[in-house]
T-cell receptor, first 116, second 116 residues
Framework: NAGVTQTPKFQVLKTGQSMTLQCAQD?????MSWYRQDPGMGLRLIHY???????DQGEVPNGYNVSRSTTEDFPLRLLSAAPSQTSVYFC???????????????FGPGTRLTVL | GDSVTQMEGPVTLSEEAFLTINCTYT??????LFWYVQYPGEGLQLLLK?????DKGSNKGFEATYRKETTSFHLEKGSVQVSDSAVYFC???????????????FGQGTILTVHP
């Protein structure tokens, strides 16, 4: 198993540009999520999905869109990039729709995004 | 809302020193508690977890005990190695049910550097 994969690893955008961060998992996990990591703030949840066709907002959803057309893929779209979206983005997945007590999330290697 | 507070870093230790990274939380109900580790250039990996009060999680020589009376989950290791240099995140997960499933709440992270 490749686990959770993310592309690209690095990206530089100009303000106003759009792009899609890719995330895929091959573990047949129902639950997938996107976090952003900023210095001194830990990880914050952007969007999550409990299965194909179902998505919901996390703590910091503004400026981001997601969709979940398949179990494997969960892309994150930046509609009009802003410097405040400079961050490291992590995708994570888990094998049950309703996370029972103590369920583990598996994280991808991250995408480092810089918006100029 | 739920929150996790970790001790300020960075923490710098010599090899074989004793490590403590403090973590306290605020949450209603009975969350599960986790420590994740992030090695340079990689995503987060689960280090250990505890799902109820007085549980002790342990892995790779690290330990943490779920203390409900002090709302704490401090990470300890008796003798650190250079290879333990990483960023450590404390996190909580609310029990399954309602709309809070799957939402990990992270502390801000603590950078640990171990010198030979």
């Amino acid at each position: 198993n490749a686990g959770v994969t993310q592309t690209p690893k690095f990206q530089v955008l100009k303000t106003g540009q759009s792009m899609t961060l890719q995330c895929a998992q091959d573990m047949n996990h129902e639950y997938m999520s996107w976090y952003r990591q900023d210095p001194g703030m830990g990880l914050r949840l952007i969007h999550y999905s409990v299965g194909a066709g179902i998505t919901d907002q996390g703590e910091v959803p503004n400026g981001y869109n997601v969709s979940r057309s398949t179990t494997e893929d969960f892309p994150l779209r930046l509609l009009s990039a802003a410097p405040s979206q400079t961050s490291v983005y992590f995708c994570a997945s888990s094998y049950q729709r309703y996370m029972p007590i103590g369920n583990e999330q598996f994280f991808g290697p991250g995408t480092r995004l810089t918006v100029l | 809302g739920d929150s996790v507070t970790q001790m300020e870093g960075p923490v710098t230790l010599s090899e074989e020193a004793f490590l403590t990274i403090n973590c306290t939380y605020t949450a209603t109900g009975y969350p599960s508690l986790f420590w994740y580790v992030q090695y340079p250039g990689e995503g987060l990996q689960l280090l250990l977890k505890a799902t109820k009060a007085d549980d002790k999680g342990s892995n790779k020589g690290f330990e943490a005990t779920y203390r409900k009376e002090t709302t704490s989950f401090h990470l300890e290791k008796g003798s650190v190695q250079v290879s333990d240099s990483a960023v450590y995140f404390c996190a909580l997960l609310k029990n399954a049910g309602g709309t809070s499933y799957g939402k990990l709440t992270f502390g801000q992270g603590t950078i640990l550097t171990v010198h030979p």
